[in-house]
């Protein structure tokens, strides 16, 4: 050290790097591998060598493991932790396709199309959120819009049972079936978003975020309930 | 070949002309300067912009100097000095416009990032909002003290987005058709026009006669205004009685109405001022209600003969009793505004 210093000292500036010289008989090599602590596979388990089945598998898990969060609404937090919008997208087209029904190719479309279920689901949710933000809500964009995705599943599952009572007859009868089933899962819907949601608004707002959460449900079970195949 | 050598004495022209003008610039030492703040390089895509337009001209006028073969190597440095104090003058512009650009961008990103400048307009408690929804069916006459108008937009909004879904249903019990658009697209943009349409309207016509409100307490005002025209049409679509409709018409709008009227000559001063202001209010607020009822009412009677043709058009949204009850209207509003006043 001692060398290079005086080298250094006497040379141009920065010069008397390249006098540094390691003595011969210490060899250059060493371990190029960081060291890194005990490995454990949960920790930093990589995803870039598993089989992709594996990845897919794991997201259908996790937007699994939601809907039934959503069936039975808990005070849960994990549909809140790790948003995604997976189930919304999955949600909202499989209820937009079956809303469209028919009348994609008949004359007459009055019946509700695809690009309006899904604006009014999309753009529903954003004003929901943007709503409970100006409100003073503590909850981020995404985690809200994937709750209010996720919960329009109660109104799917009814949708489907329109379409099944529908298919056996339209009377009154049926109508009345299905105005109990497009009740009750509307009621779900708001109930299962509201215990998710309720917890980031202030205590005394509350009144005023579930109003909005309420009509836009209100909106897509009547949509539900007025539809009829042409 | 005459046509170049004519050229070329109009460039001799042209440089004699420059000469002229050199004369004029040696006497200041402004040339220096310029040649000093070629040499500024702050990235900017205007100045960009100003430097080509630079090029350009240096193109122009190294034509103009190739006209004069015998110049001297000083006259060289005199265009530069003209260069450089045009392409300075373009340069200040081009930077003072990117400032100004740059400035007003950053204000509307900022603007849209930051939500909280909508807040304190969101601050209601649940209470509040029940007695101002009740308080936009009670007028008060109370002319000579300037009532008091809540600045606040949550109860506006959600009544807008109330009458947006009410106005859905409407449209598609009467199977209205709407070519080139949804139904959805309609409803937001009739309901949301109308009230920061009429409220921009109003506010301007406010500003006129010298009403005291701002901008925020006219949309407050309009949007708790749509309360009435919110129950009046879940009422009607749902029950189909012409007669029942005119009574909620006249009944539950006509008191939103007379609340809003009242706030506002309240707020006025001048006689001629609060019947300009109230009149119009009134009326579109009362025609935007009828229009509205009829435009999206179920048609029960009087379409199943016209439907029996085979290249009937589709069922447009046509008002049809309007002509006949816009006189009906107009009494009533003037009524109205005679009571009030």
């Not at chain 1, 497009?182 to 509350?206: E, I």
């Not at chain 2, 961008?105 to 930051?114: D, I, T, W």
Request: charged fraction near 15%; hydrophobic fraction near 45%; proline fraction near 4%.
């Amino acid at each position: 050290m001692a060398a290079a210093e005086g080298s250094g000292a006497a040379g141009p500036l920065f010069a008397g790097l390249a006098d540094v010289s390691i003595s011969e008989d210490i060899p250059v090599e060493g371990e190029i591998t960081v060291p890194v602590g005990s490995r454990s596979p949960d920790e930093d388990y990589s995803t870039l060598d598993e089989p992709v089945r594996d990845t897919i598998m794991r997201d259908l898990k996790a937007v699994g493991k939601k809907f039934v969060h959503v069936m039975y609404p808990k005070k849960s937090s994990a549909l809140l932790r790790d948003w995604d919008l997976w189930g919304p997208l999955v949600l909202c087209v499989s209820l937009a396709l079956m809303l469209q029904g028919g009348s994609a190719d008949s004359k007459d479309d009055g019946g509700p199309q695809f690009a309006e279920v899904f604006v009014i689901i999309w753009f529903g949710a954003v004003v929901i959120t943007l709503n409970s933000k100006l409100l003073g809500g503590t909850i981020s964009f995404f985690q809200s819009l994937c709750v209010l995705g996720y919960c329009v599943l109660p109104l799917t599952v009814a949708m489907l049972v329109c379409r099944l009572v529908l298919l056996a007859g339209s009377g009154t009868i049926s109508f009345i079936i299905r105005l109990i089933v497009v009740v009750a899962m509307f009621g779900w819907s708001t109930l299962a978003s509201t215990a998710f949601l309720a917890d980031s608004q202030p205590p005394n707002r509350k009144a005023l975020v579930v109003y909005p959460i309420f009509l836009f449900y209100f909106v897509i079970s009547w949509m539900i309930l007025t539809f009829t195949p042409q | 070949m005459s046509a170049p050598g004519a050229a070329a004495g109009g460039r001799s022209g042209t440089a004699a002309d420059w000469g002229g003008f050199e004369d004029n610039m040696q006497g200041g030492g402004s040339a220096v300067i310029d040649m000093e703040n070629m040499d500024d390089t702050s990235g900017s895509s205007f100045e960009d912009m100003g430097e080509m337009h630079q090029r350009m001209k240096e193109e122009e006028e190294e034509e103009a100097a190739e006209g004069e073969a015998g110049a001297a190597e000083e006259e060289d440095g005199e265009f530069l000095g003209m260069k450089g104090l045009r392409g300075q003058l373009g340069r200040q512009v081009a930077d003072q416009m990117w400032q100004v650009g740059k400035r007003q961008a950053s204000r509307a990103f900022s603007l849209y990032a930051n939500i909280d400048i909508l807040r304190p307009y969101f601050d209601v408690e649940p209470v509040q909002v029940r007695t101002r929804l009740l308080e936009s069916m009670i007028p008060v006459k109370m002319i000579n003290f300037p009532q008091k108008i809540a600045g606040e937009l949550y109860g506006p909004l959600m009544l807008v987005f109330t009458l947006v879904a009410i106005l859905l249903h409407g449209m598609k019990t009467s199977d209205t058709i709407i070519r080139e658009g949804t139904l959805m697209g309609t409803a937001i943009g009739t309901c949301f026009g109308y009230w920061l349409g009429v409220s921009s309207f109003i506010y301007f016509l406010a500003y006129l006669c010298n009403a005291q409100i701002t901008m925020v307490q006219m949309l407050s005002l309009l949007g708790y205004g749509l309360f009435g025209h919110c129950i009046t049409l879940f009422v009607t679509y749902n029950i189909h009685f012409h007669s029942l409709f005119y009574i909620f018409w006249l009944g539950v709008g006509g008191l939103s109405t007379l609340r809003m009227v009242a706030v506002l000559v309240s707020r006025t001063v001048g006689h001629t001022q609060r019947l300009i202001l109230c009149g119009t209010l009134a009326a579109l607020h009362m025609l935007f209600l009828l229009y509205l009822h009829f435009a999206y009412h179920k048609v029960v009677e009087g379409i199943l003969d016209t439907l029996e043709g085979p290249n009937m058009p589709p069922f447009q949204r046509v008002a049809r009793d309007i002509p006949v009850v816009s006189n009906a209207v107009l009494n009533t509003t003037a009524k109205a505004i005679a009571l009030t006043l």
